[in-house]
């Protein structure tokens, strides 16, 4: 059964930083992508970043390019997303999952930034 934690969300001020982690478990391939995506108050979920298992090759959307990065450990399958300069519109609640097909979803964790 595949489990996704997320953790590491919190309130901080606009131009402040956040690490969240991701522990997962139970996926039954050794090659996968996973990534963050975020859903803000009234929005759809929005993918932000993703990264390859095969060569951690990764992926991040305009909107957080630059100010994001992406890692993995693989040796727990636990996935970081070191968030820095952050705006009040990165708030929302963050999730990590597999792509492009994503799986049982987590509790995500929110993410509030204050102007």
């Known amino acids: 059964e595949v489990q996704l934690v997320e953790s590491g969300g919190g309130l901080v001020q606009a131009g402040g930083s956040l690490r969240l982690s991701c522990a997962a478990s139970?996926?039954?391939?050794?090659?996968?992508?996973i990534g963050w995506i975020r859903q803000a108050p009234g929005k759809e979920r929005e993918g932000v970043s993703c990264i390859s298992s095969s060569d951690d090759s990764t992926y991040y959307s305009d909107s957080v390019k630059g100010r994001f990065t992406i890692s993995r450990y693989n040796v727990n399958d636990t996935v970081f997303l070191q968030m820095n300069s952050l705006k009040p519109e990165d708030t929302g609640v963050y999730y990590c999952n597999y792509l492009p097909r994503p799986l049982a979803w987590g509790r995500g964790t929110q993410v509030t930034v204050s102007s």
């Open positions: 139970g996926f039954p391939y050794d090659d996968y992508t």
